[in-house]
């Protein structure tokens, strides 16, 4: 995914290249688990070096509640040294 800021801190920054992807198993209709990958790697310009660059794995579990709601929560961790340690996500959505 490209990202660009408008306001703020990293307005200077430019275009960034955040990097994401998902495998999953259905378990079931209802049930699915998973892993999620989610990154910030630099500029497209020039990443940062490993060290600076935000990446986490997490495992996933995605609820399909109905035909207009679904539930996903991820836990995991961050596996550079300026990502978060502990990492919990939760989406609900319905349309």
């Given at each position: 995914?490209?990202e660009?800021?408008?306001?703020?801190?990293?307005?200077?920054?430019?275009?960034?290249?955040?990097?994401?992807?998902?495998?999953?198993?259905?378990?079931?209709?209802?049930?699915?688990?998973?892993?999620?990958?989610y990154?910030?790697?630099?500029?497209?310009?020039?990443?940062?070096?490993?060290?600076?660059?935000?990446?986490?794995?997490?495992?996933?579990?995605?609820?399909?509640?109905?035909?207009?709601?679904?539930?996903?929560?991820?836990?995991?961790?961050?596996?550079?040294?300026?990502?978060?340690?502990?990492?919990?996500?939760?989406?609900?959505?319905?349309?």
């Amino acid at each position: 995914m490209l990202e660009r800021s408008f306001h703020g801190l990293d307005v200077s920054k430019g275009v960034t290249f955040s990097p994401s992807a998902k495998v999953s198993y259905d378990v079931t209709k209802k049930v699915t688990v998973g892993f999620e990958y989610y990154g910030a790697v630099g500029t497209i310009t020039g990443f940062d070096a490993l060290s600076d660059q935000q990446q986490a794995i997490m495992p996933a579990l995605d609820l399909n509640l109905g035909p207009n709601w679904e539930f996903n929560l991820a836990a995991g961790v961050g596996m550079t040294g300026s990502t978060d340690h502990l990492l919990v996500k939760m989406i609900m959505g319905g349309g």
